[in-house]
């Protein structure tokens, strides 16, 4: 049995939300939309997403490193959302492990947001329904469209390429490979879920930093000491102006 996955690469994900916007417009407009947005901008947003980008500030000052971490449902191998599904409606795939849920039988209630230790699924007020990634389901399996084509739209629109997408349990595929020689790893393992998502952990990068490098690098009295260059007859502040 296969079991579908992406890999994250978080050396190269930027933060740019290509994944969010590019899942969002295919989603949206197929079997698994339509996913609404309310209050879309402002600092608490409101809305349906499969995917989001967290941001974090990690190090200290002023070693600090800004970190993107993509995340989406992690399609568990022993999915914690399914057995708690009152009506079935949360379910896994056998022929390739992509969890989903069934719209017709969901009731809303919420049990396998409790379940999930990921935060990965979405209530639609709207439609009064649980959501999540389907690992563009309805793509992945479109003949008519080109193989190249025939992958999760967040994949397809990656700028940096930071994600991979294949069957984690075909050693010989993009995605294992991967993950044996960059040391892929799953999320939060000790939950027992067997997460098939990968990432791929960040390189170390030593940072040489100056004291004189914590001033503005773009102050020109600093840079180029050019008090003593101006004119006696010119005050400091009228060639400021």
Known sequence: MSQLAL????????????CVTSCKQWNTS??????????PYDKDPTGTFFNRVQTYEIGQF????????????????DAPCVPVCPTG??????????VLVDYDKCIGCKYCSWACP???????????VMKKCTLCVDRIYDESLPESM??????????TSAR??????DPDSEVSVTIREQGGYQLMPEWGTKPSNHYLPRRKTKMHIHEDELVRADNPLKKEDIRHEISDDVTLDDWMM
């Open 7 to 18: 890999v994250i690469d978080l050396n190269v994900c930027v933060g740019c939300h290509a």
């Open 30 to 39: 197929g079997d698994a939309g339509p996913m609404f947005d309310d209050n």
């Open 62 to 77: 002023p070693r600090t490193e800004t970190l993107h971490f993509p995340k989406s449902c992690l399609h568990c191998e």
């Open 89 to 98: 409606a949360s379910f896994k795939r056998e022929d390739d492990g992509i």
């Open 118 to 128: 990921y935060g990965a699924r979405e209530f639609d007020k709207h439609q009064k």
């Open 150 to 159: 025939r992958k999760p739209a967040c994949v397809l629109a990656c700028p």
């Open 164 to 169: 991979l997408f294949g069957d984690v349990h």
